[in-house]
T-cell receptor, first 116, second 112 residues
């Protein structure tokens, strides 16, 4: 149980375009979803926390107008990177947490974004 | 002081030996503790969760928690080359929608 999927697994786009990444909890209802970014050889960096039906809470330094997060249902959250630039190239990982899992976060497989 | 601290490694362990990973945390109010394994280029995978003082065993893995000392550890018995990865310690303080504080990770290298 506790499977989280992400789509796409990798994406290459041109600078200035927008990219949408989907995160789904397949076998549980995710009351909270988290979006992380990880650059090579670096630690996970939490970008934002989203609760179903609420606006996302962004970490300090993360531009909310650039990284749009929607958590429209208990099984789906999306991250849209708007007007992507090469410096946005990174590994984006979502995680999901159910209401009865004592804080356990289950991670999706990640999306590798390359902006040319 | 970082909220969650781990030795970065690499921790080199002979195949078949025990790997011992340590983690300390700063917030005494922390309630839940997790170990994740992350292979290079992959996302983290949950190995163990522990909530109460003492030991918790799952297969070759044993997590140990000591809240008084604000210390959590992970033992990997009979280490295999497939255990070579970065191990992340994560702590949930409670509240904050279950946000986890992650350590920087300890890289483990199991040598045949």
């Amino acid at each position: 149980g506790a499977v989280v999927s992400q789509h796409p697994s990798w994406v290459i786009c041109k600078s200035g375009t927008s990219v949408k990444i989907e995160c789904r909890s397949l076998d549980f209802q995710a009351t909270t979803m988290f979006w992380y970014r990880q650059f090579p050889k670096q630690s996970l960096m939490l970008m934002a926390t989203s609760n179903e039906g609420s606006k996302a809470t962004y970490e300090q330094g993360v531009e909310k107008d650039k990284f749009l997060i929607n958590h429209a249902s208990l099984t789906l959250s999306t991250l849209t990177v708007t007007s992507a630039h090469p410096e946005d190239s990174s590994f984006y990982i979502c995680s999901a947490r159910g209401s009865s899992q004592r804080g356990t976060q289950y991670f999706g497989p990640g999306t590798r974004l390359t902006v040319l | 002081q970082k909220e969650v601290e781990q030795n970065s490694g690499p921790l080199s362990v002979p195949e078949g030996a025990i790997a011992s990973l340590n983690c300390t945390y700063s917030d005494r109010g922390s309630q839940s503790f997790f170990w994740y394994r992350q292979y290079s280029g992959k996302s983290p995978e949950l190995i163990m969760s522990i909530y109460s003082n003492g030991d918790k065993e799952d297969g070759r893995f044993t997590a140990q928690l000591n809240k008084a000392s604000q210390y959590v550890s992970l033992l990997i018995r009979d280490s295999q080359p497939s255990d070579s990865a970065t191990y992340l310690c994560a702590v949930n303080k409670g509240g904050s929608w279950g946000k986890l504080q992650f350590g920087a990770g300890t890289q483990v290298v199991v040598t045949p």
